[in-house]
């Protein structure tokens, strides 16, 4: 609890530090970011912290972290001032001008410090509730999902191990890089910001690395909801709030927004969408383990619903006797399994498709999860710049894509250096966080810009300039501010391969995303026959069909470049798929394409119908009390904001359709996994505001049907999360009693271990030799540098390849500490120790399982400096 609590004030505390700056950062918001100052207060707190010590600047310890608070301290309060130096500003010229002071605030007696920052006051004043709501939301979600993790705390199985490990690296180095605690000698060859942030918050709070897991989990859920909520807020907000004044001072705005009767319960949706409405497999596994659509006669057994689905684990029989709760063993873990990729010769690749309910569920403190409130802080940064808050203009040097001569020439870019420079930490810190969300949020912050254009000058071919113009620029800042991290940084990306056999079929694009999906076609329906809105149908045909087909040739002239270019593995390919020919493979790839071509049909309508309304989108001049103001300019409509979420959503899910990103495990496995996961989190925000804007739109009768289907909906989606919870957490019966620390469960299973990690956390840092496994060993191989943060000599194999792009260099170091332990020569075993500069060696039942040990040369030549049972910890002089 105490733990709990240090972390909520500690959290707190970094968003008040932060609101005096995401309240100038982010002016086009009706919250002006208070939703969001924890999270950009983490951000930049965590990027000053990490940037100082990456320059050798401070250390990595508790006065680097209070330095890198100071530093974030003074940019809040220099905002602070520059917002009352603002307003004095636009004062004066309110008095001395012809321009009609509309703000209560500027028509008050000049003098006094309350006057100057009565914007920011009255801001606070007026927006309690908001206020109350938001902070009523954080807390409980953050407890709310901390208790879930009390239940079951264990950093056990899946990737767990792998990400405590980077914690407790990442406090025990002195300085960064920090130290790979699985290939001693080498930084961490991952993006590791968000672990960087965990143990930064653990070094302050002084809790245990294996107590911050969890913690961080509950926090990243809790920021993910205040997020979710604030985003939802603001687009509600254009349709229940007004402005009191907009006055613009030479490049900079400031607008304050007065909520009057902007809704607070609607918003909630936001969070619901995002985080707890999940998949449909779950309300499947209900009527399977019922026997619902299962014939009695088994003769019919081979052909019914269940076998025409063919989920794995569904297809088979149900269990007896039936029930309406799902109990097979991991029930709950087919849910990130949806999606099932067979090749043409019938073989099954396994799909990972999770959503954040499951991802939460689950436990693993993994990039995706880590990068969640950050992304929808790019996500209101997006619609920041989409609703005006960064109206000005920043020069870049750039290529003019009309130039007649084609020479680099100087572009203005209609964005304030404040705007520019946010956007460029926010983005940066993405790809730092989770390297694959970079482009999502790139293009949606992008795609914001260019709507924002196109209400000021309408469509045209300089919209594809707008886009390149601020693009280049803010990709090349977003890399130049953490440029350390890539320095140090490799990866086992290499290019894109062609998808020619794996369609996704529209009955699991459907159970993965038909929570989703039906509330925002129902939008889309009511802006074409309800509302009769404007569209350009044939250009959303035209351009959602050109778009299918280009990428179908453009993945068969990426299969037929391979096979002019690589005849061997062309060759082997079209035997291990069945086909005798290329043009046989090409006709079998192409009925089955046809075959499961709903998926397909589903994304092309959904770009369809986003490119069509987009297409006639028009911008409103600002409110009516601004028509005097000579800078007024044009806004887009709140709903293409909504319109740009759902198209980039379709088209992240559309691209593994066609191509995937080329990994070790060499199908599209990784590739859905994270862009469906990024999908999910637009396509939920979208889903939230398409429910909301329905509610309050569709009258009597239609609304009635319409909150009636909405109930159904949400109560199928919510199956999933109510039951898993429950076996998750055997029923909030933990079996040995409820904790945050993770690393509870190794005094009862091995307290021996237990013993000897507790020892080595405060020992002097050193390298050490342990057992070698595989990855996800469940004997636990690599649990002593995973829980002590100490560098071992190779720790899991396969992952330090991952993360390297190869095995060159890891099989010796395999080699050399079997060797080590089973060698009876001293000598052979000394120049082991000094290659890799080894400080302890440990021997433990884990060892002596591995390996067969001969211990009397550890004996005779080692010093014993810890020993608890089986366990013994040798020094190395």
């Known amino acids: 609890m105490l733990a709990f609590l240090s972390w909520y004030l500690a959290v707190s505390f970094l968003g008040l530090l932060t609101f005096p700056l995401t309240y100038r950062l982010f002016p086009g918001l009706a919250d002006r970011g208070y939703s969001l100052s924890r999270a950009l207060g983490l951000l930049l707190w965590g990027y000053i912290f990490w940037l100082l010590a990456s320059l050798g600047i401070v250390p990595n310890n508790l006065g680097g972290l209070i330095l890198a608070l100071l530093i974030l301290a003074a940019l809040s309060g220099w905002s602070f001032w520059a917002t009352i130096a603002d307003h ?520 369809a119908s986003a490119i069509a309304f987009l297409s006639k989108a028009e911008g409103g001049r600002m409110k009516d009390e601004e028509k005097d103001s000579p800078l007024s300019s044009f806004i887009p409509h709140p709903s293409s904001f909504i319109l740009l979420l759902t198209l980039l959503g379709a088209l992240l899910v559309l691209a593994p359709e066609f191509v995937y990103l080329r990994d070790q495990f060499g199908w599209r496995m990784n590739t859905i996994f994270k862009f469906y996961y990024q999908a999910w989190s637009l396509w939920s925000l979208a889903a939230a505001f398409s429910a909301a804007l329905m509610l309050t739109k569709l009258r009597r009768l239609w609304n009635g049907l319409y909150s009636i289907g909405l109930v159904l909906l949400l109560s199928v989606a919510l199956t999933y999360p109510t039951l898993s919870l429950l076996t998750k957490t055997n029923d909030f019966h933990p079996a040995f009693g409820w904790t945050l620390d993770g690393a509870a469960h190794l005094d009862r299973d091995y307290p021996a271990d237990a013993e000897a990690i507790r020892w080595l956390q405060t020992a002097p840092d050193g390298i050490i030799i342990e057992a070698v496994g595989d990855s996800y060993s469940p004997e636990g191989h690599g649990r002593i540098s995973t829980y002590t943060g100490l560098p071992t000599v190779i720790g899991w194999l396969g992952h330090e390849a991952q993360w390297r792009g190869t095995y060159e260099g890891l099989e010796p170091r395999k080699n050399d500490i079997e060797l080590l332990y089973q060698t009876n020569s001293w000598e052979e075993a000394h120049t082991i120790l000094e290659r890799y500069n080894v400080r302890y060696v440990i021997v433990g039942m884990l060892e002596r399982s591995t390996y067969r040990v001969n211990e009397l040369k550890f004996q005779r030549h080692l010093p014993t400096v810890f020993q608890s049972g089986e366990v013994i910890v040798y020094e190395v002089p």
């Open 88 to 607: 004095r500003s636009s004062y004066v010229a309110c008095h001395t001008s012809n321009v009609t002071c509309h703000s209560p605030a500027l028509n008050v007696a000049e003098g006094s410090l309350v006057t100057h920052h009565s914007s920011f006051i009255t801001w606070l004043k007026s927006n309690l509730r908001l206020i109350f709501t938001t902070e009523a939301l954080f807390l409980l979600s953050f407890a709310f999902l901390a208790a879930i993790r009390a239940a079951n705390p264990e950093i056990v199985g899946t990737e767990k191990p792998m990400e405590l490990a980077f914690i407790n690296a990442i406090l025990r180095s002195p300085s960064f890089p920090p130290s790979d605690p699985w290939l001693s000698g080498y930084a961490i060859s991952y993006y590791y910001f968000g672990y960087v942030m965990t143990a930064m918050l653990a070094r302050l709070t002084g809790v245990l690395g294996s107590v911050a897991f969890n913690l961080m989990l509950a926090l990243l859920f809790a920021l993910s909801a205040v997020g979710a909520y604030g985003l939802l807020y603001n687009l509600l907000a254009e349709r229940f709030t007004f402005h009191v004044s907009r006055i613009t001072h030479h490049a900079s705005r400031s607008t304050s927004h007065v909520t009057g009767n902007a809704p607070l319960g609607l918003p909630l949706l936001g969070p619901l969408f995002l985080l707890l409405v999940s998949n449909l497999e779950g309300f499947l596994e209900v009527l399977h383990q019922r026997g619902i659509f299962w014939p009695s006669d088994p003769q019919l057994a081979t052909r019914n619903f269940w076998t025409w689905l063919g989920i794995k684990d569904l297809s088979l029989p149900p269990a007896q006797p039936l029930s309406w709760i799902p109990d097979r063993y991991l029930w709950w873990w087919r849910a990130s399994r949806v999606l099932q990729d067979y090749d043409l010769a019938g073989v099954w690749h396994e799909i990972i498709d999770e959503f954040p309910f499951f991802s939460y569920l689950l436990g693993d403190l993994h990039p995706h999860v880590l990068a969640m409130p950050f992304g929808l802080l790019a996500v209101a940064a997006a619609l920041n710049l989409f609703l005006g808050g960064w109206r000005g203009e920043t020069k870049f040097f750039g290529l003019r894509l009309p130039s007649r001569t084609g020479v680099l020439a100087a572009r203005t870019v209609s964005i304030s250096r404040s705007g520019f420079l946010v956007t460029a930490i926010i983005l940066g810190g993405l790809a730092f966080l989770n390297t694959w969300d970079i482009l999502a949020y790139t293009a949606l912050v992008l795609g914001a810009y260019v709507l924002t254009r196109v209400a000021e000058c309408g469509w045209s071919w300089q919209r594809l300039e707008d886009f390149f113009a601020l693009g280049l620029p803010l990709g090349v800042l977003a890399l130049l501010l953490y440029l350390p991290f890539y320095v140090s940084f490799s990866s086992q990306a290499g290019g894109i391969l062609p998808n020619l056999v794996y369609p996704t079929r529209g009955a699991y694009l459907w159970v993965m995303f038909g929570a989703l999906l039906l509330p925002i076609f129902a939008l889309l329906f009511y802006f074409w026959r309800g509302e009769r809105r404007p569209a350009n149908w044939i250009l959303g045909l035209g351009l959602a069909l050109g778009l299918g087909f280009f990428l179908w040739l453009f993945s068969w002239a990426m299969g037929w470049y391979a096979e002019l270019r690589l005849p061997d593995f062309a060759a082997s390919f079209l035997q291990s798929q069945g086909a005798i020919s290329a043009q046989g493979f090409f006709a079998s790839a192409t009925h089955k394409r046809f075959t499961y071509i709903g998926g397909l049909l589903t994304l092309l309508a959904l770009i």
